[in-house]
Each structure stands twice: as structure tokens, then as C-alpha cells.
């Protein structure tokens, strides 16, 4: 007779700073006091509990900016996942600060393809194994090199370059350790939904791999997602929802038997607050408070960012600020850069630090009309377009550029009301992340773009040139639609 015991496991992804609750239609809505409450609750409920993280804990909010991240592993040790994957954004204060965090952390944090290119040893650990009840679960985190992009600043760190040999390191890990007798084996991935999708339908059955929990692409499912017999799921982004696993697990055949999973809010009538965590909370937000309550500007009404795969009126006003502020032609500002879908009217500096907390440098290239065409063209593919979690981009004012969507092709690209001539030399700006890893974002060689003169940086922080900027414009305004329009 089989042996079948029972394990819940919690999951999160893409929590992004988001400590705090907000108010929705007079309820109280996620926050980490009580997604911390539900986690301790369902603890005590269900002592055969797993809470998990599918990557992207750092960045979106003041408190992460503020202190490096040093401030979110605090609150998260006191939350304590019981396993924790890298996602893109753990390597945006650069990997040494990730491995300094790391230290810091009383939880383990795994990743099997981030590695040193002299000896190929890893940079962390690529698995862990929780025993709980006589069971023993396994947990592979991934991250693709397509995400971590950042890293490539650091020449020294190599990574995994895609899904196929992604899923031979999983097939290494799970080799290696058939004979510890697992249970249950999981993948924590931070490659986007598609991604996982992809990966699960490459992997070999022999390998027993169950579930597959992701991050990245803030899907919301309302159910798991089935590719070649693996549960696929993620739930969104923030701390407003978790997902919830109740498996039954037979021990005998180390297989999942059955097995119901809910994405469930996180709200003030079923998730009780920790007080212990709000005090640690509390602390830092009174420390940033002292430095970003205060007014910057005010905007002539809200202005919204809706999605960061069409033009928007967040987009186009901080893209005209850049390329103002920097005397060029042309400021392309990544779309994802922007991280909250609205702003105003009233902007103090806590909500402008949280809606742009990017401060990279912009460089300046010199670019054809023709390589400029090339280039937009690249970014509105279909791929972008569906929401592939590509990235997008912003464009300042003085274009009209009309595409097809059948004919992948314009209809018009004109600048400053006359067509965009391909022999014109035009000045860009870039920030530093897109100007690094230009081909992957454009798809035209840095090489070619360097023959019209040698790139440079024009400013070391974007988001200070846009916080003096609006400190001294009020009223400022902007109607999204007539610079992009794709038909």
C-alpha cells in the first residue's frame, strides 16, 4: 500500500519591494505584514508547510532603493521562505552587493547557472533539499543569461545562455540526486511564463520533475498550466495574492499523487498582520520618509502608464525630459523602467523614487536615420507587441511613426513633420543598461553604430536629472497616442 502524506506549499514571485498594504475600494490589500500573517497561519495549521520564492524580491519600492536591498533580506529573514530563487533584479546593485546580501540572508538562496568564467565554479548554490515529515523536496533555481542582462556589465560572471541548456543543467542536478531518494523535485525559474512553458516541454520524464513555479513575467493564472505532464504556475506580482499548493505526495513511488492549488488574495479578512514585522517595517519607512516626503512637483492631473508595451503618458514625459535636460535628438527610455502605472497629481519624491528607481547613466550614440529605423522596427516585432516581456521603449516627442502590423512595415516615420532621412546622423540617448547590452535590445550591432562616431555617457543619473527637471516645471501635462501608432 502506497505511502501518502500531505505537504502545502506557499509561493510567491516578483515581490518587488512591496511591503506595504494599499487601499482598494475601502479593503486593505496584500502588504508583507500579512502575507507574512498568512504564511505563519497556514504554518500552524499545516505543519508539513514549504513558502517559496520564484526570484525579483529587490527593487519597486523607496525602502529596497534606499538601502540596497539590505533592508528588504531584514524583512524577509523575519518572513523566513524557507528557499528563495535570483531572479533579473537581484543582480541590479551589482553581483559582489547580491553575494554581500546573500550573507546576510537566513534563508538559502539558489541559482544552478550564474558562474565564475575562469573556473566555471558556481556563484551559489543550484539546489536545496527540505526534509520535512520524512519527505525530501528538491528545489533548482533558474535564471536564463536572456535575463540577466545586467550581469554582462561584469565580465568576469558567466551564465547559462537559453531554455535548452537550462534544462540540461536540470537534468544534471536531477541525475545527481535520484539516489537521496526525492520526493518531490520543483523548479523555481525566473525566465518568464513562455519561458517556462518551453522548458517544461524539453524536459526528460525520467527526471521527475513535478511543478515548475516561475517569475518574471507577473502572469496571473487562475489555474496551473500543463506541459508534458509538469504543473506550470505563477501568481502575478506584489504581495496582493499568493499561491497555494495542497499536494498529496506518495513516498513510495516519489511522485505527486494529487494534488489542488489556489491563487489566493492576501486581504485583511483572511490574513492576520504580523506586528513583529510591522515594527521593522515602521523603522525604515520612518528613515525614508525624513528624505522623500516632500513635494516635487505637481502635475496638471494623473498621468498613467498603463502598459509597458505601448506609448504612454508617463513615457512620453519622462522621454521628453531626458532629451531636453541632455540637448539630444532622440531619448529612447525603457519602457520597464517606469514601475508603477500611474503618477500625480501631487508627485512627492517618495512616489517619483518608486515609479522611476533607476538612477543609471545615459549614453549619447550617434545613429542613422536608417539604423534608427532598424532598430524601431526591431522593438515592435511581434513578439514585443503580444507581451513577450521584451523590452519597449518610450520615444520623444517630435516623431510620428505609423506601422503595420500586417505588413511589418511604416506607414510613415517622419521627425519633426518631414520623413526620417536614412543618411542623417541623429543623437540618442540610452540608458546604460540598454547601451550595454544594445544588440540584444535592437538587434543592430554596436560595431556598426560605433563607425558614426564613438558613443558616450552625458549623464551619471537619470533619475535626478528628472527629479530637478519637474522641481522646477509645474502643471506639466501629456496626451499619449499620436507618436506610435500601430495599426
Keep these: 500500500m502506497s505511502n501518502l502524506k500531505k505537504l502545502t506549499i506557499l509561493h510567491s514571485n516578483d515581490l518587488h519591494g512591496d511591503f506595504l498594504a494599499e487601499k482598494v475600494d475601502d479593503n486593505l490589500i496584500g502588504g508583507v505584514s500579512r502575507l507574512s500573517g498568512y504564511v505563519n497561519q497556514t504554518r500552524r495549521e499545516e505543519p508539513n508547510t514549504i513558502y517559496c520564492i520564484a526570484g525579483d524580491m529587490f527593487r519597486g519600492s523607496v525602502i529596497d532603493s534606499e538601502f540596497r536591498g539590505v533592508s528588504t533580506i531584514e524583512i524577509m529573514n523575519m518572513v523566513a521562505p524557507d528557499v528563495v530563487a535570483i531572479g533579473n533584479h537581484e543582480t541590479d546593485y551589482g553581483i559582489a552587493h547580491l553575494l554581500f546580501l546573500e550573507k546576510c540572508a ?21 539546489y536545496h533539499i527540505v526534509e520535512i515529515d520524512g519527505m525530501k523536496i528538491l528545489f533548482i533555481g533558474i535564471l536564463t543569461k536572456d535575463i540577466v542582462n545586467q550581469t554582462r556589465n561584469e565580465g568576469v560572471i558567466g551564465s547559462i545562455l537559453d531554455v535548452q541548456e537550462a534544462c540540461q543543467e536540470v537534468g544534471r542536478i536531477c541525475n545527481a540526486y535520484h539516489a537521496v531518494d526525492i520526493d518531490l523535485t520543483v523548479l523555481l525559474t525566473h525566465i518568464g511564463f513562455e519561458e517556462d512553458k518551453a522548458l517544461a516541454e524539453q524536459l526528460d520524464p525520467a527526471w521527475g520533475v513535478d511543478i515548475i513555479i516561475g517569475g518574471h513575467s507577473h502572469t496571473f493564472l487562475e489555474e496551473p498550466t500543463i506541459v508534458n505532464n509538469t504543473l506550470i504556475v ?59 516626503q516632500r513635494m516635487v512637483t505637481r502635475f496638471k492631473r494623473q498621468l498613467t502608464h498603463p502598459s509597458r508595451y505601448q506609448e504612454t503618458e508617463l513615457g512620453d514625459l519622462f522621454a521628453d525630459i531626458l532629451r531636453d535636460s541632455l540637448r539630444l535628438d532622440i531619448m529612447l527610455l525603457g519602457s520597464g523602467s517606469i514601475r508603477t502605472t500611474e503618477l500625480g497629481p501631487i508627485v512627492l519624491l517618495s512616489d517619483l523614487a518608486e515609479c522611476f528607481p533607476y538612477n543609471d547613466p545615459i549614453y549619447m550614440c550617434n545613429i542613422s536615420g536608417a539604423q534608427f529605423r532598424r532598430m524601431i522596427l526591431y522593438m515592435l516585432r511581434d513578439e514585443a507587441l503580444e507581451g513577450g516581456h521584451t523590452e519597449f521603449y518610450q520615444i520623444a516627442g517630435g516623431f510620428e511613426i505609423e506601422y503595420d502590423r500586417k505588413t511589418h512595415s511604416f506607414t510613415k516615420f517622419d521627425y519633426g513633420q518631414m520623413p526620417i532621412e ?42 535626478e536629472i528628472l527629479e530637478e527637471y519637474l522641481s522646477e516645471h509645474q502643471n506639466l501635462d501629456r496626451n499619449a497616442g499620436d507618436r506610435l501608432i500601430i495599426r
Design 106 to 126: 537566513k534563508f538559502p538562496i539558489i541559482n544552478s547557472n550564474l558562474h565564475i568564467r575562469t573556473n566555471n565554479a558556481r556563484l551559489f548554490k543550484p
Design 422 to 463: 536614412d543618411d542623417h546622423i541623429y543623437t540618442v540617448g540610452i540608458q546604460s543598461y540598454h547601451y550595454k547590452n544594445f544588440e540584444t535590445m535592437f538587434s543592430v550591432p554596436m560595431d556598426e553604430i560605433v563607425q558614426n562616431g564613438k558613443p558616450r555617457m552625458v549623464a551619471t543619473n537619470s533619475q
Design 234 to 292: 505563477q501568481v502575478g506580482t506584489g504581495t496582493d495574492q499568493i499561491g497555494r499548493f495542497d499536494i498529496t505526495v506518495d513516498t513510495d513511488t516519489n511522485s505527486l499523487h494529487d494534488y489542488r492549488w489556489q491563487n489566493l488574495p492576501i486581504n485583511a479578512e483572511d490574513c492576520p498582520r504580523d506586528a513583529a514585522l510591522e515594527s521593522i517595517i515602521s523603522y525604515y519607512k520612518t528613515q525614508t520618509d525624513e528624505k522623500y
